[in-house]
């Protein structure tokens, strides 16, 4: 597989091949939402094995708390250090790392009772079909019905400032996560967003809040910066008409790479992730790369998604894309770069009842004690 392995750069860096490493929620930070040793490890397990450019677990941006057990956070000097310690090792094995910037407590998918307070979203609408499929609070609970932000450029500014720890922490780049129903995802959609203002009603208004948080992300990492959305949506209650989904992200996606971005990953539709919500599927599916990828001519493009590794050979070899991300694969693989460099097989299973962690349990199960192969 040729094609993956060639470098390539990425904004003002090089990677030394296209197989990337998806974010992907953990939950193994300390009670500070601290970076720790063990995850440490587990960074540096995948930088040696092979990985060109990881990107990591959704970090936390906001002091005030999140739903999510134990996700690590970016606004302390204790998660700073505890970031730097990672990103040190990294690139001591030869590879790069952005951090993906993420906030859940502003936005309807956070819960009062996870202590973050009120709940906030773009507009009144709360998301549908419980929480209880992911590591969230314990127990079934509802989505509340959030109250609508008073001025989101507020929260722009809090990412900036995000941005501004990621690189005192040593990251190469940073990584917007305007997918999977959070809550740049959510101004994008109009299921959830409706307001009136600047920041509601056409394509172009509801785009507004993710350009200027990309704005303010360049003006602290210049070309560093990157972006992922999910057009298709379904995860967390997001969707929208085939039309208008295409209008708002082909608006979305021309207007970011004006901004000249490192890349822009694209979500693929994965019919098994898609639930069922008041008993019809929630997204809406359509091949994101062949919709989207023309437009992207600034940026490099990624794909992610479901993608197997002969496939994404034929993607990046075709020039449909010029990287791939691997999320699942990379967590029961930490060495699946050179498996796939190696022609080895690809056949451990994924520890699914601690993808999660577990508080009460052995945080390395599941997280760091997948097997290798000997080259």
Known sequence: MDALHEVLTVGDITIKNRIGMSAMTRNRADANRAPNHLMKRYYLQRALGGAGLIVTEATLISPHGSPYDRCPGIWTTEQVAGWRRITNVVHLAGSKIYCQLNITVVGRLSHCDSGAGPVYGPSPIPARGGRGCFHFLPGRLEFETPTEIPDPSVIVGNFKGAAINAKLAGFDGVELHAASGFLVHQFLDSSSNVRTDKWGGS????????????KALVEVFGSNVSLKVSPA??????????????????YFLS??????????????YIPHLDPLVEGKRRGTPHDVVATYGKLIRHAKRFVVGGVTPAEAEELVRTAEVDGVFFGMLWLAHPDLAKRIRHGKRIDNVVAMPHLYGDVDGDPRVGYTDYSAVTY
């Open 203 to 214: 394509p172009e208004n509801r785009a507004r809040f993710g350009l200027e948080v990309l």
């Open 233 to 250: 949506g379904g995860f967390n209650d997001m969707g929208m008409h085939l039309q208008e989904t295409i209008e708002t992200y082909s």
């Open 255 to 268: 207007e970011a790479d004006k901004i000249k971005l490192s890349y822009i990953t694209l979500y693929r």
